[in-house]
Structures are given as structure tokens and as C-alpha cells.
T-cell receptor, first 113, second 113 residues
Framework: GAVVSQHPSWVICKSGTSVKIECRSL??????MFWYRQFPKKSLMLMAT?????????EQGVEKDKFLINHASLTLSTLTVTSAHPEDSSFYIC?????????FGPGTRLLVL | GEDVEQSLFLSVREGDSSVINCTYT??????LYWYKQEPGAGLQLLTY?????DMKQDQRLTVLLNKKDKHLSLRIADTQTGDSAIYFC?????????????FGKGTTLSVSS
């Protein structure tokens, strides 16, 4: 399977600051990457679909100006949480689509104080 | 809309078989997946099945698909304590942005020795 990394794995920030999370596909080129959010003891919620070289497609209810996604290359997608608030604290996971499957990164835990 | 349902908990003894069940709603799903998530980690793809198959076996894992009833199951033979984790069922769902995954809420498998 594909190897997907995320950086950072943990981040604690103050309310009002912005946080950037990177997702890298280490051994495959990925035209499509996905960003999910997972609340404690809950399922993964798809936030947006990121296609290389084009604008991301956001799911209903996800603010595109708050969660900025950039997919500038076939191996890197970034999610920036702008003006973070405590309610943005969550576990963010990226997925990389390789043929018919998705492989996931190890996740980034964000805590906004 | 699409929905994936799973039972929330399953407790088994080491050496027994575990069966985790899942129902889904999107009959057009091309693939169905099982992922494993250990505490604080990302999702590990365990196996997946093409919708025109009714069974797939991979070492200790057996996936059964009943497309008529939209029912998917994962059987783990000779369950070990290392199998304790959350297991997510997912169906593929195609939207305007591409094909994303719709996840169930996850089944927590607890294996006692």
C-alpha cells in the first residue's frame, strides 16, 4: 500500500492563530487527496476533496475560508486552519486516493487553547 | 443520503472468531472497505471487496458481501489481543469532486486473554 505522512502529528496553539497541516504521499503520486476530521469516539467526517492543480471541493457545512486547502503538487496537500478556535480542536486525517483505494496518514491532533 | 451503520462494540476471547457487521445504503458503491484504527493513530486499510464479489479471504480475514441486503461483514479468525482496535466499514461514494469514502461510526473490538 501507499505510505502517507502528516506533519505535525501534534499541535497546540492559541485561539486566533493559524495552523498548517501537511499531508505527503511518499511513494505514489496522488491526483486526489481527501481531508477528514474525526471527533472523539466518532466516525470520520469528510471535509473536502483536494485535486492537484485545482480548487478543493468542500463538503456542505465546511467553511472554505476557514479551512484552506492547497494541493500544489502530486505528493503534497496542505490544510490550514485559519483563526483557530477551541471548537476546531480535533483529529485531522488526510487520505490519498490510489486507484480504487484510499490510504491514510497517521493523523494530526490539534488542540486550540 | 448515504449512510453506513455498524454495531459499536464487540467483545471476544483470545482465540475465538470475531464477526463485525455493517450495513450500507448506497447500492451504487463500487467498493467496500474495512479499516482498522488503533488508539491515537490513523486508519490502516485491512481489506476491500469489489461489489460484484460475495466473498474475499485474506489470511485471517474473511469479508462477506450480501449486495441484495447491503450487508458487509468482517470475520477475524483466531482473534489476538493485538486485534483490539476500532474497525471502520466504508463505502465508496462518487460526488462531483471524485470518489470519497463514507464511514460508519466504527466498531470497538475488545479482545480478552
Amino acid at each position: 500500500g501507499a505510505v502517507v505522512s502528516q506533519h505535525p502529528s501534534w499541535v497546540i496553539c492559541k485561539s486566533g492563530t493559524s495552523v498548517k497541516i501537511e499531508c505527503r504521499s511518499l511513494d505514489f503520486q496522488a491526483t486526489t487527496m481527501f481531508w477528514y476530521r474525526q471527533f472523539p469516539k466518532k466516525s470520520l467526517m469528510l471535509m473536502a476533496t483536494s485535486n492537484e492543480g485545482s480548487k478543493a471541493t468542500y463538503e456542505q457545512g465546511v467553511e472554505k475560508d476557514k479551512f484552506l486547502i492547497n494541493h500544489a503538487s502530486l505528493t503534497l496537500s496542505t490544510l490550514t486552519v485559519t483563526s483557530a478556535h477551541p471548537e476546531d480542536s480535533s483529529f485531522y486525517i488526510c487520505g490519498v486516493k490510489i486507484q480504487e483505494t484510499q490510504y491514510f496518514g497517521p493523523g494530526t491532533r490539534l488542540l486550540v487553547l | 443520503g448515504e449512510d453506513v451503520e455498524q454495531s459499536l462494540f464487540l467483545s471476544v476471547r483470545e482465540g475465538d472468531s470475531s464477526v463485525i457487521n455493517c450495513t450500507y445504503t448506497d447500492s451504487s458503491s463500487t467498493y467496500l472497505y474495512w479499516y482498522k484504527q488503533e488508539p491515537g493513530a490513523g486508519l490502516q486499510l485491512l481489506t476491500y471487496i469489489f461489489s460484484n464479489m460475495d466473498m474475499k479471504q485474506d489470511q485471517r480475514l474473511t469479508v462477506l458481501l450480501n449486495k441484495k441486503d447491503k450487508h458487509l461483514s468482517l470475520r477475524i479468525a483466531d482473534t489476538q489481543t493485538g486485534d483490539s482496535a476500532i474497525y471502520f466499514c466504508a463505502e465508496s461514494s462518487t460526488n462531483q469532486a471524485g470518489t470519497a469514502l463514507i464511514f460508519g461510526k466504527g466498531t470497538t473490538l475488545s479482545v480478552s486473554s
